[in-house]
């Protein structure tokens, strides 16, 4: 017979009816993966991205997602392999799943991971030169202590090629 089990009046799952007869090590167990389970729900909770509001833009063709974290990020549908085709009537119809870790699209029968979602669009490695572009064009203060140094010193460092250092 299967019946539910409450840890803690705060988890509930389908276990065998819990008895005298169950050792103690067996419920110590189920409530220290019960712990463990909990502890790495809100590390990801506080971590991962998760969507508090998700909606279809019809004139921007694009889904629109608002994180909990208070980013908001509007994705052309074009390039989310699983909505490519919709109709904007089903596109329309989007729904955030549990606390937010997942999208779904009853008409369309499709649910996407909403940090898999992000993690898919920008870790291309054009995203990731485009980045690093970024990166290097930006100025701060040490930058520019760094570049007054170097300039005083008569500029970068020459580099000798290959050819050069085999010769001396």
Same mark, same amino acid.
């Given at each position: 017979?299967?019946?539910?089990?409450?840890?803690?009046?705060?988890?509930?799952?389908?276990?065998?009816?819990?008895?005298?007869?169950?050792?103690?090590?067996?419920?110590?167990?189920?409530?220290? +993966?019960?712990?463990?389970?909990?502890?790495?729900?809100r590390?990801?909770?506080?971590?991962?991205?998760?969507?508090?509001?998700?909606?279809?833009?019809?004139?921007?063709?694009?889904?629109?997602?608002?994180?909990? +974290?208070?980013?908001?990020?509007?994705?052309?549908?074009?390039?989310?392999?699983?909505?490519?085709?919709?109709?904007?009537?089903?596109?329309?119809?989007?729904?955030v799943?549990?606390?937010?870790?997942?999208?779904?699209?009853?008409?369309?029968?499709?649910?996407?991971?909403?940090?898999?979602?992000?993690s898919?669009?920008?870790?291309g490695?054009?995203?990731?030169?485009?980045?690093?572009?970024?990166?290097?064009?930006?100025?701060?203060?040490?930058?520019?202590?760094?570049?007054?140094? +170097?300039?005083?010193?008569?500029?970068?460092?020459?580099?000798?090629s290959?050819?050069?250092?085999?010769?001396?």
């Amino acid at each position: 017979m299967v019946a539910m089990l409450s840890l803690n009046d705060t988890y509930c799952h389908y276990l065998p009816c819990k008895s005298d007869s169950r050792p103690g090590w067996i419920e110590k167990e189920l409530s220290a +993966n019960f712990a463990r389970a909990s502890r790495a729900g809100r590390r990801a909770a506080r971590t991962a991205p998760r969507a508090a509001f998700a909606a279809y833009r019809s004139r921007e063709r694009a889904l629109r997602i608002e994180l909990t +974290n208070g980013a908001t990020i509007t994705l052309p549908v074009r390039l989310i392999s699983g909505l490519k085709g919709a109709r904007p009537k089903d596109l329309r119809a989007v729904e955030v799943l549990g606390r937010g870790g997942g999208l779904h699209w009853e008409g369309l029968d499709l649910d996407l991971s909403v940090p898999g979602l992000l993690s898919s669009l920008f870790s291309g490695p054009e995203w990731l030169a485009a980045l690093g572009r970024m990166g290097g064009r930006s100025s701060s203060a040490a930058k520019a202590a760094a570049a007054r140094r +170097n300039g005083r010193k008569g500029g970068r460092p020459s580099t000798r090629s290959r050819k050069d250092s085999v010769e001396s």
